[in-house]
């Protein structure tokens, strides 16, 4: 019997499971069943929480920041490995304060060890903040059908720890027409696939500092969650 506990960022959920020395071996069919929503307990993806030092893939972590104790082994819906996930580190990080496993003092960050290297977490009275650091573009601009879209679309790729295509739309009606029960095609797919982020920007896009978009995703591995915290970025 492995215990679980459940969480959300924003709508986007997860099942916790708190492995600190690395036991489990969870495989890719494993993960699928418990994420399932009809069959499973039913999740966007797993946190695993393990130690950096008991995980092959933290030992980046820890050479590239020596306190980042803990490593999110992140696992999207269909058990596929991926390298970054902005909601699910923040309920990832509130797991570890919550339980007790670190403490993230005023003034102070907590680095959590992922793929895409060490993040650094935050917490305020609003919650949890991540830096996701820089992005880049990739590089790979592909081609966007989707259902609900009249023509395809040029989709402009970008790289924010894990891959993402941006694809811009004209209005919000547009965005409402769109079915992401299917995932949409991209033409080249990009070698590791792509998070698909459709937005709108809002009018104007920038207020007070804070830019603002209608954003619909369609998540590599996932499908369609209800937020999505490195495509909001």
Same mark, same amino acid.
């Given at each position: ?75 999207? =819906? *269909? @058990? ?5 996930? &902005?909601? +699910? $580190?923040? /309920?990832?990080?509130?797991?570890? %304060? ?47 059908? =989707? *259902? @609900? ?5 040029? &989709?402009? +790729? $970008?790289? /924010?720890?894990?891959?993402?295509? %941006? ?56 499908? &369609? ?9």
């Amino acid at each position: 019997m492995v215990a679980f506990t459940k969480g959300h960022g924003t709508g986007n959920d997860f099942i916790i499971i708190a492995d600190p020395d690395g036991a489990l071996d969870l495989t890719s069919e494993q993960v699928a069943v418990l994420c399932d929503r009809h069959f499973g307990i039913g999740a966007d993806g797993i946190l695993r929480v393990v130690r950096s030092a008991a995980i092959d893939d933290g030992q980046a972590s820890l050479a590239e920041e020596p306190d980042a104790e803990w490593f999110m082994d992140y696992r999207n =819906a *269909d @058990g596929s490995i991926a390298e970054m996930c &902005g909601n +699910g $580190i923040r /309920v990832f990080a509130h797991y570890l %304060v919550r339980s007790g496993l670190a403490t993230i003092d005023p003034g102070s960050t907590l680095p959590i060890g992922t793929r895409a290297g060490v993040r650094d977490v935050t917490s305020s009275d609003t919650g949890y903040q991540v830096d996701l650091g820089l992005w880049k573009l990739s590089g790979i601009d592909p081609l966007v059908t =989707a *259902d @609900g879209l009249s023509v395809t679309r040029p &989709g402009l +790729g $970008i790289d /924010v720890g894990n891959p993402h295509v %941006v694809v811009a739309l004209a209005s919000e009606a547009e965005l409402a027409s769109l079915e992401l029960y299917r995932s949409p095609q991209l033409d080249p797919i990009p070698p590791a696939g792509a998070n698909v982020e459709f937005v709108v920007p809002g009018e104007p896009l920038v207020r007070d500092g804070i830019g603002h978009v209608t954003l619909r995703v369609s998540e590599r591995g996932v499908g &369609g969650p209800l937020s999505c915290g490195t495509g909001g970025a």
